[in-house]
């Protein structure tokens, strides 16, 4: 795939323009920091466990990664994440049924299957799926009082994070006989690999490279844009050399340097499941699966009907 860089904001903008733009951001300040206050009380249990919408209502208005108002734009306008980094949107080849039921925490394919993990306490699971049908093939359930968190498969083994039990699992990819398990300081939330090592995000701007044999730190990157941390980070998967990764709470994935941890961009995924299809229930945008062989990536959600595969355009 070829990607270009997203043009900078015109650099003949009038001076009234820049002083109205400076009126608008400190008449808002104020209101902007309660706001922060109040979505800084939410504890971390209740900000992974409220619905999408509740925690939208409670913080997206002063959310410091999300764009300002005045760059939120229609599908096919040019957008911008700090005025630099390239944004895609996506177009959608097709469509398959997904399990509404799946609280979806990773999303994995392994020589021509779909591995999926669930999450919530006692509804946690690992599980192979049949793409065309959405119907689970097999399936092993991890027992309270875990949080199944992110999958990766390397070698022979299948490596499943839990949220905040501090431990890991490690199965037979074929059978799902556990082979053992090891422990973790924080959470654990997204899990890849680059085909050597294990790659772990626990929801801060942090990334893990683990050995997948002694489950030591071998290194860590921060994700930053343009200097700045990137939280959140969620999902990941290795794609072309790359560690995509959904930022929760948003329809955004981060396409992410694995060497410096930069963002090299963001894809779009607003408005994916359409209103059309959403019965309430569904949770945000998680999970991205790349078959390398057919070059082609799968993204859902949790609790999502629909399971899409999509390309990317070009940046605007």
Wanted: glycine share 8%; with cysteine; aromatic share 8%.
């Amino acid at each position: 795939m070829s990607f270009h860089p997203l043009m900078t904001a015109d650099s003949r903008k009038s001076a009234n323009d820049a002083r109205n733009a400076v009126s608008h951001a400190a008449s808002n300040a104020a209101s902007n920091a309660a706001c922060k206050a109040s979505c800084n009380v939410t504890s971390p249990l209740a900000r992974r466990v409220l619905s999408s919408a509740a925690l939208a209502v409670l913080c997206v208005a002063c959310s410091t990664d999300a764009p300002a108002a005045d760059d939120r734009v229609r599908a096919d306008s040019p957008l911008t994440v700090g005025r630099r980094t390239p944004v895609y949107r996506v177009d959608v080849v097709r469509s398959y049924p997904h399990d509404t039921a799946a609280f979806t925490q990773g999303l994995l394919w392994h020589e021509g299957e779909m591995y999926e993990s669930t999450g919530e306490v006692g509804k946690s699971n690992i599980r192979r799926v049949d793409l065309a049908t959405g119907e689970v093939k097999q399936r092993r359930d991890l027992p309270p009082p875990h949080f199944g968190e992110g999958i990766q498969i390397l070698g022979d083994k299948l490596y499943q994070l839990t949220w905040q039990s501090g431990k890991a699992f490690v199965y037979d990819k074929n059978s799902f006989a556990p082979l053992g398990e090891f422990a973790y300081e924080k959470e654990g939330w997204g899990l890849t690999t680059d085909g050597t090592h294990l790659i772990m995000s626990d929801g801060t701007p942090r990334l893990r490279f683990i050995d997948p044999e002694t489950f030591k730190v071998v290194r860590e990157v921060m994700v930053n844009e343009n200097g700045s941390s990137v939280k959140d980070v969620n999902e990941l998967e290795m794609v072309n050399g790359e560690i995509w990764a959904n930022k929760w709470m948003t329809d955004r994935i981060m396409r992410i340097d694995p060497t410096t941890g930069a963002v090299l961009g963001w894809i779009d995924l607003a408005g994916l499941l359409p209103q059309s299809q959403r019965t309430g229930n569904e949770d945000v945008l998680n999970g991205i699966a790349y078959d390398a062989e057919g070059d082609r990536i799968f993204v859902t959600g949790k609790r999502w009907p629909r399971l899409y595969q999509i390309t990317l355009r070009a940046a605007n």
